[in-house]
């Protein structure tokens, strides 16, 4: 389910508080609050997710080492670092990829390049250059969600094909989430 704020924009940089209150938990005003969940909502294959832990959150771990959201095609962060989009600005919903097992809370296109970042470097992220990764965990798959709410599991030739976002197909048709 995609993260939609009371304005009907979908939230990119914050989904892991918007979507508290859809598994039974407060939205927080405080970071890192918002980023621990129960371990039940975590890929159990997420190492690092799973060995993230604060003592101020019992039984919870570090959501945003766990899943991405797709940043693909959102216009850039204001001053406050948020950033949406309209529900109705998503083109061709059932083709576009919302939600992928991923190292950080967000992922882009570019580092979905398997061998070129998660095959490399697995449940490592640094803030530079391994950053936005799609985690291909399952048997060196990943397992993703489009904004039409169906979800399935994708080898990485299934989701990225060249370097250049101006000529891929698979950019166009399942990453970039607006018109181009």
Known sequence: MPAINANGTLSQEHWVNTLRPYAGMQKSTTSPEFYYWPSKWMC???????????????????MAYSYGMNSSGYPPSTTTGW?????????????????????????????????????????????????VMTAYRHARRVNLSYYDGHVANRAFRD?????????????????YVRKL
Not at 45 to 58: E, I, R, V
Not at 98 to 118: E, H, I, R
Not at 159 to 175: E, G, L, Q
Request: glycine fraction near 4%; aromatic fraction near 16%.
């Open 44 to 62: 159990p294959a997420a190492t690092k997710a799973l060995g993230t832990t604060n003592d101020s959150y019992p039984g919870c771990n570090y």
């Open 83 to 131: 950033r949406g989009l309209k529900v109705s600005q998503v083109v061709n919903p059932s083709a576009k990829i919302f939600m992928v097992d991923a190292t950080w809370l967000m992922v882009s296109y570019s580092q979905a390049k398997a061998p070129n970042y998660y095959y490399l470097k697995g449940e490592y992220r640094d803030t530079t250059t391994y950053n």
């Open 159 to 175: 989701i990225w094909d060249i370097d250049s976002t101006t000529t891929s197909p698979f950019y166009a048709s399942m990453w």
